[in-house]
């Protein structure tokens, strides 16, 4: 296991993921700002998740690439636009802008999960479960600091946050070997059929998730909204939705990935 190298993409991952869910602790300022009614308010988070549905055409760009560099292009995007909302002087820039953070979103995933494979070494399931950490931890984490911040500094201060993402993006090109082995496999790469018995669980195992996002974004969007509308504040919002924090030391310390004498 190459721990530092995997040390810095779940750190990355962590910066991502935070800048991934950055709308929704602070879209009750947005809606105030853009006076903006439910409907447009969610038709934002609708725009995110398709946005992110390009991650298998990524996927099989990068497998393409003999270097993985959709990694330091995912970073870059999504820590450049994502904060750009808080600066954002119309409903249709914020559009923009979500679609340019989805995009780097959508782009460093599909690339970073193999490699994060490879930097695992023998213990594949414990280094992949610390990689998946570091995201989850964003997830958690942002709606914590971020309604923390917009109600200190404001919304146009936003901006800053993407500082921290341009660094890991720095030390990833610097450090994480970004060399992709598999494409001196190019042929199955680009065979669909090369997939075989594994096509009909990769479906199911889809279909799945695709539910689960359904149900998980379509209420975390909204739950700070909920609260506002009851009296409650945008942090106590923001903290409802800070729940994952749990899972994601689940995902490191359950027993599927203890390691194994």
């Known amino acids: 296991m190459q721990k530092l190298n995997l040390l810095l993409i779940a750190l990355a991952h962590f910066c991502v993921d935070s800048y991934a869910s950055m709308l929704a602790p602070v879209l009750p300022l947005v809606m105030l700002k853009l006076d903006l009614n439910y409907a447009y308010a969610g038709l934002l988070g609708t725009l ?35 904060p750009l909302l808080g600066i954002a002087p119309s409903y249709w820039t914020i559009v923009a802008v979500l679609c340019g953070g989805g995009l780097g979103v959508a782009a460093f995933h599909p690339q970073v999960f193999s490699l994060a494979g490879e930097l695992s070494g023998q213990r594949r399931a414990f280094g992949l479960s610390l990689f998946v950490f570091g995201g989850t931890m964003g997830l958690g984490f942002t709606p914590l600091w971020v309604p923390h911040y917009a109600s200190n500094f404001g919304l146009e201060f936003l901006p800053l946050v993407g500082l921290p993402g341009l660094a890991m993006a720095f030390l990833v090109y610097r450090f994480v070997p970004l060399d992709n082995p598999q494409i001196h496999d190019r042929q199955n790469a680009d065979s669909w059929g090369a997939l075989g018995r594994q096509a009909v669980p990769l479906i199911f195992i889809t279909v799945v998730v695709i539910l689960r996002s359904i149900t998980q974004l379509t209420f975390g969007l909204f739950i700070p909204l909920l609260g506002l509308a009851r009296g409650e504040s945008l942090i106590m919002g923001g903290l409802a939705l800070a729940s994952t924090i749990p899972r994601a030391w689940w995902a490191v310390w359950s027993p599927a990935t203890w390691p194994i004498a």
């Open 48 to 82: 995110v998740s398709l946005v992110n549905l390009s991650q298998p055409l990524m996927g099989i760009w990068g497998d393409r690439m003999a270097r993985r560099y959709l990694v330091i292009g995912g970073i870059l995007l999504a820590a450049v636009f994502s």
